[in-house]
Structure formats: C-alpha cells, structure tokens
Nanobody, 125 residues
C-alpha cells in the first residue's frame, strides 16, 4: 500500500525558513518524479515544485522560484522542500505527490494519483 507522509510544517514568522519532508513507503518511486503542491483556505490546490526521477530536473511555480528548493534522496524514498524567505502568502497545507506515470514530470495535479495527507505551514505577519 502506497503511503506518503509529510512532515516539517509549523508556525513561522515572515522571512523565516522551513524544511518539509515527504517519506514514501509501500512502493519504490525511483523511476517517478515527485512534487509538492499546496492549498490555502478557500483556494484551489496549486503546484509548487517538482523534481525528476533522477533529481536532475526541477520545476518551480513562479511564486516560489528563487525561495524554495526541492530535492530528493531516491535511495531513501524521501523528498524535501527547503523554503526560505517565507511570506504570509505561503500559508497553506503542503502536500507531496507522485504521478501515475514513470519518468514524467508534470505540474498538473490531475496526473497525480498518489498524495500525502498534508502538513500545515503558517507564516505569521
């Protein structure tokens, strides 16, 4: 049974940094890209960042580019999101996700059948 578990969320101040982790189990995702999405209250789920199966390609939403860094440890089936210079607009539940196709990196959440339950990130002003 595939399981994705996020951790590392919390309450921080403007300008602070935070590191999210996503641990995958029940399946080897060594040939799958992985991604982070987020959803703020009253808003649709939005793409944040994705990383290719081998870690060589990354893709970021414009709103986080230059502030967030996605990485992965394929051997440990784990993915990370280093977030810096956080603003209140980054407040959301952050989800990790894995797409349904190998070797595919996509920003379309409809192509992700595997999701974690999310971790809350709150940036206080």
């Amino acid at each position: 049974q595939v399981q994705l578990v996020e951790s590392g969320g919390g309450l921080v101040q403007i300008g602070d940094s935070l590191r999210l982790s996503c641990a995958a189990s029940g399946h080897s995702f060594s040939l799958y890209s992985m991604a982070w999405f987020r959803q703020a209250p009253g808003k649709e789920r939005e793409f944040v960042a994705a990383i290719s199966w081998n870690g060589l390609d990354t893709n970021y939403a414009a709103s986080v580019k230059g502030r967030f860094t996605i990485s992965r440890d394929t051997a440990k089936n784990t993915m990370f999101l280093q977030m810096s210079n956080l603003t209140p607009e980054d407040t959301a539940v952050y989800y990790c996700a894995v797409p349904g196709l190998i070797l595919t990196i996509t920003t379309n959440h409809n192509q992700y059948p595997y999701w974690g339950s999310g971790t809350q990130v709150t940036v206080s002003s």
